[in-house]
Structures are given as C-alpha cells and as structure tokens.
C-alpha cells in the first residue's frame, strides 16, 4: 500500500505522496514557491530559498500560505517561517510515503513544474492539501528503490535472505533486490528446517575471505585463528542461500554442503524440489531428508554445474530455487547464478564504489541539506 495526499489547485487535483493526516477541511490557503520568498537577510537567494531549508524563508512572506519547495526537506524551514503546509517536488521518492510535520504532499518534477507555472501566471494562487488516502498498490509488495541491491560487495559467495520469495517480473535485479523475500512472520517462528551456523563455521568463511587470524581475534574476541585455511570459495558455510559467481571465461561449477536441523514435525521425511537457473542442472544428493526426532541434524549436498567444456562470460543473474517440503512445512533455498571479473573470486572481490551525491547544489552540501542518494 502507498498512501497519497491529494493537492487540489482550483479545480485541479494532483496526486503526491506522502502520510498526510492533516486535515485542512477543504480550505484554500495562497499558494507561493519557496524561490519567490527568500530570506535576503539570512544571506538567503533564490536557489537556496527554492529549498525550503530552515532559515531561507522569509516568514512575512511564508506566513499562512503553502510552500512549493524543490526538491524534499524535514519541513522546518515552513513551520518555523509560519507557513501553512509543503508541496515538495521531486521525482525521486515515488515508491515511499513519509510524514511530516505539516500538512505535506511530494508530487512529480513535472507536477511541480506545472504547479509553479500556475503561481507565476495566475494573479491569486490558491491551494489545499487534503487528507491522505490508502489505495492499493498493484505492485506491491515490492522492494522499495532506495534500498541496496547486491552482489555483496564483501563477497560473492553470499546471498543475503529472507523468507517468501517476491514478484520477479517488478524487479529486474531478482535475487539481487529481495534476497529470498518478503518475511513472512507467522512462518517464520515455525520454519520446519533450520540452517545452523556456529562461530567456527563463520570463521572459517572469514578465513578464507581472506581475514587473517588477527583480524578475526578483533572480531570474535578469543584465541581463534586462520592457521591451515586457504583462501577461497566460502560455499560451505551453512546458509540457507546458494550464491554462484563463476569468472568470466570458466565453467558454471560449485559444489554446497549443508546441514540442516529439524525443528517441525519429529517424524517428517522432506523431499527436494528443484528449479534449475538457466544454463545449468543443480543436482540435490540426497534428495529425501528423514528425521525421526526434534533436533536432530541431516546434510545434503547441492551441486550446480553447466555443461561440460563450456565457459560462461558476462551473464546477467539468473536463479533458480531448492524447495524442500515434508507435506507441512516448506523450506525454500534460492539459488543465483551469474558472473564476475577473472581474479575477483579470493576475498579482494569487490565492485567499483557508488558514488554518494546529494540533490541540490554545491552550497547545500556545505550546508548539510538534502537527501544522500547512490549512482
């Protein structure tokens, strides 16, 4: 669900969003753009003014209108200059809904463009700011655009993971945005399968990611140490997730083991499902799992192979899943595939750094305004 706050302009409706429980009854108030208020002696200007930030407003201008701001703030610089509500436009926040502290919408840059055409061709400019309203959103549920997308940047031997897998048609990065999925909290306390991990077993991985024993004593805190690993492939550690990066030019070959530990039904026997990624089969031995107590722990291993004698190079992800079901519970395992640099699979795997930038111009980021986003 998103929640939308309608502008109304006139007679005009335009749809933003934001969580606006504000309830201005329907009343018209004047309607000004931040640029056209500036605070001169604040040592303000147009531009900065344009952003509403705290301070740049002049409040015998603001008081008891509603603001049209570029881009997105906290909203102080209105409250505090006494103005009425905000109007932020931006393009960029169009998946999620925030409060603020005023009666407040987000509407499109093109909206906002139309808006302060308005204010500068008409003599009275009015407007209102209704009340939030739920609609339902068809793409939901979905992951959020500002939020991170893999491969790990730690390590290409890792999907990180939830629990119900999502729509894959609403984001192309698959795996890459959802991991496993949306949690699902009721199953989530009843999993039926568990996937144990001790220290030892994340030591190990860090070893041979790389860490030495020095580096993994300041994080364990004990006497624990990298003596007799090699650094490589970390698919042994029992995650509940099958992450493949193959180098470019090299077969699609990788090898699981996993233990899983039975905590659903004492009697239960689970068998695998498979969906292979493309270009490969993904073999499950064994593919039937027996338990006859609570607790009691059995291993499998997964092999993912492509065909004999064929290299792969610059392969979007692909996926495929190991779904294991004693007619009860369903434990579902995703499996990614894709590839990466020659030389990037030791630990020094790395992908080039995402710049962090902020909206608005130079003297905003001195100035510790705007919102941080990643290219």
Known sequence: MLLFALLSIISEKVQGTAINTFDLNGTS???????????????????????????????????????LCD?????????????????????????????????????SSEDGERILDYIRTSENPIATILVGETLKDVMAPSV??????????????????????????????????????????????KPGLVFDASVADYVNFLCKQGYNTTRVRLITGDNRSCNGTKIGRAWDLNYPSFSLAIEDGKRIMGVFPRTVTN????????????????????????????????????????????????????????????????????????IVLYTILPGSNNGSYSMPAKEANFFGSPQNQKNGHGFLRRN
């Open 144 to 189: 959020v655009s500002f939020s991170s997308r893999g491969p790990s940047i730690i390590t290409p031997d890792i999907l990180k993971v939830t629990t119900t897998r999502m729509d894959p048609t609403k984001h192309v990065d698959l795996e890459f945005a959802y991991g496993a999925g949306h949690i699902n909290p009721a199953k989530a306390v």
């Open 29 to 67: 108030y004047p309607l000004i753009w931040g640029g056209d208020a500036v605070n001169f002696s604040a040592g303000a200007n147009t531009e900065l003014a344009s952003y509403c930030w705290q301070g740049y407003l002049s409040s015998t201008q603001v008081k008891g209108k509603i603001v």
């Open 263 to 334: 905590v659903g039904s004492a009697n239960s026997t689970y068998t695998a499902t498979i969906t292979s990624p493309a270009l490969c089969t993904v073999k499950v031995e064994p593919s039937t799992l027996t338990f006859s107590t609570l607790g009691e722990k059995q291993s499998f291993t997964v092999t993912i192979a492509g065909k004999k004698d064929v290299a792969v190079s610059n392969l979007p992800i692909t996926s495929g899943a190991i779904v294991w079901s004693d007619g009860t519970y369903t434990v579902r395992t995703p």
């Open 71 to 107: 881009g997105v703030d906290d909203g102080s610089g209105i409250l505090v200059a006494n103005g009425v509500g905000a109007i932020w436009s931006d393009s960029f926040l169009y998946d999620v809904s925030y409060s603020w502290d005023i009666p407040t919408t987000i509407v």
